[in-house]
């Protein structure tokens, strides 16, 4: 029964330690695909506003 407990409580603190560090890596990724879309939209942006800048001067 001991062995048992023991099998148990450490595969507990593997998932739990395992959760933790892809919990980080996959906060990471998402600031990291968050801040290519901000940069992505803002060009895209920018470039609708020098159109309209462009057509208004014609």
Excluded at 3 to 30: K, N, P, W, Y
């Amino acid at each position: 029964m001991d062995s048992l407990t023991t099998f148990l409580v450490a595969h507990i603190g593997q998932a739990d330690s395992l959760l933790m560090e892809s919990r980080q890596l996959v906060g990471l990724v998402a600031a990291v695909l968050a801040a290519l879309l901000a940069g992505q939209l803002g060009w895209h942006g920018t470039d609708r506003i020098l159109a309209r800048r462009e057509r208004a001067d014609d």
